[in-house]
Structures are given as structure tokens and as C-alpha cells.
């Protein structure tokens, strides 16, 4: 009877060591099943930017790290053929640049676009395509013609037919809350010829590209071409000078003093409070 307790004894040893050693196998199993998933999750994004031309040329034009207010944007597409009109359309309709792609290709799809703008937060992403170069017929006889002229001889690899090149670009745009003034500015320069060498000169004030649509600057009719000289009591040399004068006024109504066609404008203005 005590050998038989004894091997009872053993035998239910033997049992939990068993049902221990299966868990751990089956953790491990669970564990290298997610550590599987998560490297073919990686190589799949990494793949991804490497295939995706959009992705893979992605320059940032904006050190803010500018992306949509929206957690999950639903991302708008445009193709379009007139990127200078497009870029001041985005800026008076509230828009700023998130970044750019740019690269020659056979094909690209702008399915590819979308999806590197949806990656990165942005609310639209416009794109273009421009025609860049081809083995064409025309070409090749060219070709023969100047290895005629010349006695040379032609490489057969350069009569075949090679596919046809575009310029792709595309930008990418996020919406943002409505500012307290609404221009976007550049600062102009004058070169004098007379000088030697040429040194450009800095003009007065800052040259409006673009005012956003329902902006206190659109509501106090000030337009694109006119040149912002003052802000309340602050002159305006630079950009920051700007950005400093609508910050201490912010939310009052204040003087802005303009150039347009050449002649002084004085306009009053209700800039818009900080949130």
C-alpha cells in the first residue's frame, strides 16, 4: 500500500510538471505568434514607403509639425494642371502646406498620393503630372540621322522603344482655425542695377499673396497685392513683425495702414481673439 501512495505520489508530480510545461510552450507559442505580427506589420510599412514614390520623396515644408484638427480627416484628392493657382486658392480658403513630393516616374497612381496624405493627417492632397520625356519614333530617327552625319554607329538598346517619363508632384494641405488677421505675406526685394555688384535692397512693408476667405482682413476689404506697412503702432520690416503687432492687438479693433496702387490706405480692422 505505501508503494502504491508513493507511485500516486510520483505520477501526480509528474502530472503538474507536464501541465506546467505545456503553458509555458503555449505562452511561448502566443509570444512568438505576436512578435511574427508585429516585424510583418514593420516590413510592411517599410515596404510600403519604399514602394509608395509619394511616400518615399516626401519632403516637410512645415516645421510645426502641421496635420489636420481632425483625429481621423477625411482626406480629399484633386488632380489638377495649375499648381501656382492652386496654392493661392488653398491659402485664401484657409489651408496651409503640411509638404511636398516631387520624382519622375512611368506610373504613379494617385491612389498612392491619398494614401501618403492620409498616413501623415492631411485634409486634402492635390496632385499633378507633366509630361517629361519619350523614346519616341521622331527621336529615334533623329538619331539614326545624327550617326549618319557622323560615320558613328548606333547602339541597337537606343532604337527600342522606351516607355514614357513624367514629372509627379503633389502637396499636401491641412486646414487651420481662423486666424486673428487671415494674410499671408512675403517680403519683398529691389535690385538696383546701378550697383556693382547688384545687392538687392529690402522694399518697405510685406507684399500680400493671399488673404483667407471670411478673415478680418477680407471683412476690412484689404486684397491680395496690397503692401501691409503698419499695424497699429508697430512698422512691419518682417514677417515676425507682423506675427508680433496681430498678437499685442488681438481682439481689439486697430489701425492697419496699406499700400495699394501706390496710394497710403488707412483701414480699420477687428483682428480676431487668440482661443
Given amino acids: 500500500m505505501r508503494n502504491r501512495q508513493q507511485?500516486?505520489?510520483?505520477?501526480?508530480?509528474?502530472?503538474?510538471?507536464?501541465?506546467?510545461?505545456?503553458?509555458?510552450?503555449?505562452?511561448?507559442?502566443?509570444?512568438?505568434?505576436?512578435?511574427?505580427?508585429?516585424?510583418?506589420?514593420?516590413?510592411?510599412?517599410?515596404?510600403?514607403?519604399?514602394?509608395?514614390?509619394?511616400?518615399?520623396?516626401?519632403?516637410?515644408?512645415?516645421?510645426?509639425?502641421?496635420?489636420?484638427?481632425?483625429?481621423?480627416?477625411?482626406?480629399?484628392?484633386?488632380?489638377?494642371?495649375?499648381k501656382e493657382e492652386d496654392n493661392i486658392s488653398m491659402l485664401e480658403n484657409g489651408y496651409d502646406m503640411i509638404g511636398t513630393s516631387g520624382f519622375s516616374a512611368t506610373e504613379a497612381s494617385p491612389d498612392l498620393a491619398l494614401q501618403h496624405a492620409k498616413a501623415i493627417k492631411a485634409d486634402t492632397v492635390l496632385v499633378y503630372r507633366k509630361y517629361e520625356s519619350a523614346a519616341t519614333a521622331s527621336s529615334k530617327l533623329q538619331l539614326i540621322k545624327d550617326a549618319a552625319k557622323k560615320g558613328g554607329e548606333i547602339d541597337p538598346n537606343d532604337l527600342e522603344e522606351g516607355p514614357t517619363q513624367y514629372q509627379y508632384f503633389a502637396s499636401y494641405w491641412a486646414k487651420l482655425p481662423m486666424p486673428l488677421l487671415g494674410v499671408h505675406v512675403i517680403k519683398l526685394k529691389q535690385v538696383v542695377s546701378d550697383d556693382e555688384p547688384a545687392?538687392?535692397?529690402?522694399?518697405?512693408?510685406?507684399?500680400?499673396?493671399?488673404?483667407?476667405?471670411?478673415?478680418?482682413?477680407?471683412?476690412?476689404?484689404?486684397?491680395?497685392?496690397?503692401?501691409?506697412?503698419?499695424?497699429?503702432?508697430?512698422?512691419?520690416?518682417?514677417?515676425?513683425?507682423?506675427?508680433?503687432?496681430?498678437?499685442?492687438?488681438?481682439?481689439?479693433?486697430?489701425?492697419?495702414?496699406?499700400?495699394?496702387?501706390?496710394?497710403?490706405?488707412v483701414v480699420s480692422v477687428a483682428l480676431n481673439t487668440r482661443k
Fill in 7 to 82: 507511485y500516486l505520489i510520483n505520477t501526480s508530480a509528474i502530472s503538474k510538471v507536464t501541465t506546467n510545461k505545456n503553458w509555458l510552450i503555449k505562452w511561448m507559442f502566443i509570444g512568438f505568434i505576436g512578435l511574427s505580427l508585429t516585424l510583418f506589420v514593420l516590413i510592411n510599412l517599410v515596404q510600403a514607403d519604399e514602394i509608395n514614390p509619394y511616400a518615399k520623396n516626401y519632403k516637410e515644408q512645415n516645421t510645426g509639425n502641421l496635420k489636420s484638427q481632425d483625429q481621423n480627416p477625411d482626406t480629399k484628392i484633386f488632380v489638377s494642371n495649375h
Fill in 199 to 265: 545687392v538687392p535692397k529690402d522694399e518697405p512693408g510685406l507684399r500680400i499673396i493671399a488673404v483667407i476667405k471670411e478673415s478680418p482682413a477680407a471683412k476690412a476689404n484689404i486684397v491680395k497685392g496690397d503692401t501691409l506697412l503698419k499695424v497699429g503702432d508697430v512698422a512691419l520690416a518682417q514677417a515676425d513683425d507682423l506675427f508680433a503687432a496681430v498678437k499685442r492687438y488681438a481682439g481689439q479693433n486697430v489701425p492697419v495702414q496699406l499700400q495699394r496702387n501706390g496710394t497710403d490706405v
